[in-house]
């Protein structure tokens, strides 16, 4: 097992839950696991061109996505290849993106209602 696994063992599991919540905690990584959600391994070299980003920064947040256990990676001569590492992480981010709208749509309700409040006492000046 690995440090961090064996130390996952022995905290309890909402620690364990917010430890895997930082791995997703930047949209660089959401943005990521989301292209990788489509399904089969992406090559870096892909993954730098869909995301726009510098070798360095997408290194960096491939980096917590693999501590995190999130994806995998896979070298096939001199290219590497990363995949969800479970397929669990899309249905996490499907269920986000619901949870997303259900919020965006009771925040356009609460805004219509109160736009159509009447107007409160005017201030005296």
Do not use: C, W
């Not at 292209?35 to 997408?58: C, I, K, M, P, Q």
């Not at 209602?113 to 005017?122: E, F, I, K």
């Amino acid at each position: 097992m690995m440090p961090d696994t064996l130390s996952a063992a022995h905290r309890p599991l909402y620690e364990v839950k917010a430890n895997l919540f930082k791995g997703l905690a930047h949209p660089v990584r959401i943005r990521t696991l989301e292209r990788l959600s489509d399904g089969g391994d992406v090559s870096v070299a892909d993954l730098l061109a869909d995301l726009g980003l510098e070798a360095s920064h997408l290194s960096q947040h491939l980096s917590v996505l693999r501590r995190h256990h999130l994806v995998v990676a896979e070298r096939r001569g001199s290219q590497v290849f990363y995949r969800l590492a479970h397929p669990q992480v899309a249905e996490l981010l499907q269920v986000a993106r619901a949870l997303l709208g259900e919020v965006l749509r009771d925040t356009q309700r609460q805004l219509e209602s109160a736009q159509t409040l009447p107007a409160g006492p005017r201030a005296i000046r």
